[in-house]
């Protein structure tokens, strides 16, 4: 393109807000100078819109033949960056205007404050200059001249050449441009000459504008002025999640996955749901969203991957945590509003409102897609395995979801051989007469599948679930009842049961079997030898097999929390517990008789220590190993000589 004579231009001075966005862009941003060309290219598929949108009505515009392309040019030889497109191009006036003004009231401010934010030493939010784009003067990041070219689609508007080529001022002047459309020419500055290596700008267009409806194609130009390899469209031009579902083939699905998840899939992780939604009101947006086939690395990570967002098939945050509840933060995959601005919005304020808008739907969909998920219990425990835990946190978190989040609960039982049990599930089973809804928190399965605890509930045939997810504790926090029933502990309180039936038909006589349970002067002589270690001892009711057990008293921050806290590092002070023993135990019961008749009897010191040392081996937590061996040893040889 020929140089204008400088005669013919016309000068122009920056408005002082331009000045100071520009001296600020120039010198703040300089930690993401690469979206320079997103914003160049997205301004370009504006153009393309316009015209084909304007094309419609008018039939005068002009260059309806062009092929809407963007084409980018990087001349090496020249020191050029050149983006092209066949949009609808501007007039003398309306160049002036747009590249000599800052329409976004709020683009000053908020580059000010990321200035500010630089000088005290904090790095700034590069999510919101990703939000808050900044437009067309970001090319001065990486330009120190730059040129615009451009003729308006409007017939008798003759084309202009804008040029700025020191801060501060800006001249117009006609140029020779024949074909509708705007050529963007960037005099690279001595340290982004990156820019122009192909490699680098193909990065940056599939990173950004990958999904921009209109092709863009890349021709690089060598040192030598050689064209370096064939001119070629470097972007995928097609958003799937704009399409209509019945467009879209399994393939295309799979592939979108594969994007969305960084590039590869392995077997057996495709997605376990998807969901496509198309909303019209109160806002537009399209999302395509995907739950994964297995936990992502980084789901427990302050700064894990999330959904992308899209204005206008550009992307504007890399990974938006805004767009679903944290609880949700399983979800990948890709949210694109016509709404949203790409460029600082006017006010903050109402962008925000905006984001939560398509939060509360999104919300709304990804629980209707997890309900419907639910219905096929092996998927559904596919997905549970993998993010039961992260869901579970939203009980604690949000309440006013809590109704939706219950049924999606899922729990192993002492009665569901390994499968996962809903609560309502549980409340369908429960016997006739049971109540409550029985629970028991610890560490792990396996660990809670063998506690005594269970053993009254087993005798009565109850259901117990297993708490063992760390989160759980904060789930019972807010889960105090489900469709009317209690949730109770059972190593919690003091365990109120129907008197089991089998026992009431042996022993009729409920004033003898009172007498039989009687061990008060063993409960005495055991409170006496344990001390400050224990809160009480008492006769248990949860017993069965086991001759004892500890239980920690009601309403009493339980164990398990006790122990999820200690792994926080935080200091949770010593609290002594209560010791149950079996009255029916004919251990207990010889113990027992012993303490009536010689409660001074010297073996009575050791057998209380071995009753409380089985309990605590129960849980698998013994704090005297060495001593409870001691003790062993000392019974067996008592009972060696007595043979
Ligand atoms: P925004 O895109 O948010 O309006 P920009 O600073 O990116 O802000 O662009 C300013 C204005 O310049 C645009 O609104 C548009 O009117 C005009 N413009 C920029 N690039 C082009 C182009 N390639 N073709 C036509 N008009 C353009
Ligand atoms: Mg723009």
Redesign the pocket.
């Known amino acids: 393109m020929p140089d204008t004579p400088t005669s013919h231009a016309t000068q122009h001075e920056f408005k002082a807000e331009v000045s100071a966005v520009l001296s600020l862009v120039t010198n703040s941003l300089y930690t993401n100078r690469e979206i320079f060309l997103r914003?160049?290219i997205?301004?370009?598929a504006?153009?393309l819109d316009k015209a084909r949108f304007q094309g419609l009505t008018d039939r005068e515009l002009e260059g309806k033949e062009l092929a809407p392309k963007i084409s980018i040019t990087s001349d090496k030889q020249a020191g050029k960056l050149i983006i092209e497109?066949t949009?609808?191009?501007?007039s003398e006036e309306?160049v002036t205007r747009?590249?000599g003004t800052i329409?976004?009231s709020g683009t000053l401010e908020f580059l000010r404050r990321v200035q500010s934010d630089q000088a005290e030493g904090k790095k700034p939010d590069l999510n919101l200059i990703g939000q808050f784009?900044v437009?067309?003067?970001s090319a001065f990041m990486v330009a120190d001249r730059i040129d615009v070219y451009?003729r308006s689609a409007h017939p008798g508007n003759p084309s202009v050449h804008w040029v700025c080529a020191d801060p501060g001022r800006f001249s117009v002047a006609p140029a020779d441009k024949e074909t509708r459309?705007?050529r963007?020419e960037l005099t690279l500055k001595d340290e982004a000459k990156e820019y122009l290596d192909r490699w680098r700008i193909e990065g940056i267009v599939r990173r950004y504008s990958n999904y921009v409806m209109h092709p863009i194609e890349l021709t690089a130009i060598k040192d030598d002025g050689e064209a370096d390899g064939e001119t070629k469209q470097i972007n995928e031009a097609s958003a799937f999640w704009a399409r209509e579902p019945k467009e879209l083939t399994e393939e295309d699905y799979k592939e979108f996955y594969k994007h969305v998840m960084g590039g590869f899939v392995l077997p057996g992780d495709e997605p376990i749901a998807r969901l496509h939604v198309s909303l019209d009101a109160p806002l537009q947006f399209k999302a395509l969203l995907y739950v994964p086939g297995r936990a992502p690395a980084d789901l427990f990570l302050e700064d894990r991957k999330s959904v992308q967002l899209y204005a206008r098939r550009v992307l504007i945050v890399e990974n938006c945590d805004k767009l679903l509840p944290l609880y949700m933060r399983f979800v990948r995959g890709v949210v694109d509003s016509e709404d949203l601005?790409?460029?600082v919005s006017r006010e903050m304020v109402q962008e925000d409102r905006k984001i939560s808008a398509i939060r509360r739907q999104l919300t709304r969909k990804v629980f209707k897609a997890l309900e419907d998920l639910a219905e096929d219990s092996e998927k559904y425990a596919k997905f549970w395995e993998s993010f039961g835990a992260v869901l579970k946190e939203g009980v604690h978190t949000d309440n006013s979801h809590h109704k939706q989040l219950f049924e999606l609960l899922r729990y192993r039982s002492s009665t569901s051989d390994g499968a996962l049990r809903s609560l309502q599930q549980y409340v369908d089973g429960m016997k006739e007469g049971q109540e409550a809804i029985y629970y028991i928190s610890g560490e792990n399965v396996d660990a809670v599948a063998r506690s005594p605890h269970l053993e009254a509930c087993r005798a009565h045939g109850y259901e117990v679930l297993f708490m063992t997810d760390a989160v759980d504790e904060w789930v019972l926090q807010e889960l105090g009842e489900y469709k009317e029933h209690k949730l109770v502990s059972v190593t919690q309180g003091e365990l109120e049961m129907p008197a089991d039936e089998s026992a009431d038909e042996e022993k009729p006589d409920s004033e003898d079997s009172k007498d039989a349970d009687n061990i008060d002067a063993l409960l005495k002589k055991a409170k006496d030898v344990l001390g400050e270690r224990v809160k009480e001892v008492r006769a248990s009711k949860r017993l069965r097999e086991s001759a004892s057990c500890l239980v920690d008293a009601e309403g009493a921050i339980s164990r398990n929390m006790e122990r999820i806290l200690r792994m926080a590092k935080q200091s949770v002070p010593a609290r002594a517990r209560v010791l149950e023993l079996n009255p029916k135990d004919a251990f207990v019961q010889a113990a027992n008789e012993l303490a009536s008749a010689s409660p001074d009897d010297a073996r009575l010191g050791t057998w209380v220590e071995l009753l409380y040392d089985q309990a605590a081996l129960a849980e698998g937590e013994i704090a005297d190993p060495a001593g409870m061996v001691k003790r062993i040893q000392q019974m067996l040889l008592q009972v060696a000589k007595q043979g």
């Open positions: 914003e160049l997205s301004n370009a504006d153009a497109d949009g609808i191009g501007m309306e747009n590249l329409a976004h784009g437009g067309f003067y451009t459309g705007t963007i601005p790409l460029n």
